[in-house]
């Protein structure tokens, strides 16, 4: 609840089916022409005097790797329609609800730090070499982008997993460390993680198997797993504000119990706590993220959507921002996207992509193909310092 009111969670339910534009894009050859057209083509567009193209990335994007979506058509969403994710007023407010979290953050944790980028984020990384992409915004979390292409700027819009941070101080600590103080205070869950491992419920990279080994899996490495007891889990507290407490904004010593262990004590603290570095639902995005994001839209002639039902305002408002600039916007996602008809209204029925294009195509199937085609077509693309090179894919493992 907040401020009385329950908040509700946007767009669950499956979204209308899209119109494809253009038309030949239904088949993956039509949509690679027109991804080909979009990306090459040079919109006509007052006070914009570079050609950039800004990617926008969801869930989608990170199926492949064996990660959980939200609205997909084997998303949390769908296939759970009671699930209900933690809502940042409660992560603070309330002690259970934190040990409820982490513990099943920490199940979760090691199948989604094994998990690496896929075909997708790959041509997306060859697709920036090419110097096809400006810059990524991504709503994901799980640090993909910047693990595939280093060189390609990444904004994660929500944050992201691979640490947890104080809410009081700010400083922030390596998951996997934390991890390894986790597994140390609940020696019985560290036990139980380990039998789950070994039994390979938790490594599979299917969903569906999970599934019927008896484990809910949802997005963002949270595992539930039915009939456990999550009061006997135990966290810490933050390492820096235990060692000096803060003052508050009137000068007075915060409080930070823990026990003999140092795992956090229900009571009178009033700072310390560690929550996951990413947006949680309720939270608001840092002033100096949108910001970033916004210029980075302002700075585009075209937005390419990929993997993404934009259904959360922060990725919807920035398409709308470049539409609403005359940007040409493409969409690939498999599944209705929120309020998509605004976006493609202007198209007539010869488009051919150059303008925009809605296509629904799996992005790790389709992309390395589109990176195929670009390569024939350019085979000299010039990189930042204007000298002109082959093109060559890049040597992945």
Not at 26 to 42: C, E, K, M, R
Not at 98 to 109: D, E, I, T
Not at 231 to 240: I, L
């Amino acid at each position: 609840m907040v401020g009385g009111q329950l908040m509700r969670i946007p767009y669950t339910a499956p979204l209308p089916a899209p119109t494809i534009i253009p038309s030949a894009a239904a088949s993956v050859s039509g949509a690679i022409a027109a991804l080909t057209d979009f990306l090459t083509s040079t919109p006509q567009l007052p006070n914009k005097n570079k050609d950039k193209t800004v990617l926008l990335t969801g869930a989608g994007i990170s199926v492949a790797s064996g990660l959980a979506d939200y609205r997909g058509t084997k998303g949390t969403y769908t296939l759970n329609k009671t699930y209900r994710p933690i809502y940042f007023h409660e992560f603070v407010a309330n002690h259970a609800a934190r040990k409820r979290y982490w513990a099943r953050s920490f199940l979760g944790w090691t199948n989604l730090n094994k998990s690496k980028p896929n075909p997708a984020h790959k041509a997306v990384a060859d697709l920036g070499r090419m110097g096809y992409l400006s810059s990524v915004i991504t709503q994901n979390v799980d640090s993909f982008h910047p693990q595939a292409h280093p060189s390609l700027r990444t904004l994660e819009l929500h944050g992201y997993l691979r640490s947890a941070v104080c809410t009081t101080c700010r400083t922030e600590y390596d998951r996997q460390l934390f991890q390894n103080d986790l597994a140390a205070l609940n020696p019985a869950w560290s036990d139980f993680l380990n039998e789950m491992l070994a039994s390979g419920a938790l490594t599979t990279e299917n969903p569906d198997e999970r599934r019927r080994l008896g484990l809910k899996t949802n997005p963002d490495g949270d595992v539930d797993v039915p009939g456990v007891d999550y009061a006997t889990f135990r966290y810490p507290a933050c390492p820096t504000c235990l060692a000096k407490p803060p003052q508050d904004k009137d000068g007075k010593k915060h409080v930070i119990e823990v026990d003999v262990d140092g795992a956090w004590v229900a009571g009178n603290s009033t700072a310390g706590i560690l929550k996951p570095n990413v947006i949680m639902f309720g939270e608001s995005i840092p002033d100096t993220t949108k910001t970033a994001a916004e210029l980075a839209i302002d700075e585009a002639s075209r937005v390419l959507v990929l993997g993404s039902s934009l259904a959360t305002y922060s990725a919807w408002r920035l398409v709308k921002r470049a539409r609403e600039q005359g940007m040409p916007i493409g969409i690939v996602n498999i599944g209705g996207v929120r309020g998509e008809e605004q976006f493609f209204s202007h198209l007539g029925e010869n488009s051919t992509g150059k303008e925009g294009l809605r296509c629904a195509h799996i992005l790790e199937e389709m992309l390395p193909n589109l990176v195929k085609e670009l390569g024939q077509k350019n085979t000299t693309p010039f990189t930042a310092s204007g000298m002109a090179r082959p093109f060559v894919p890049a040597p992945w493992a």
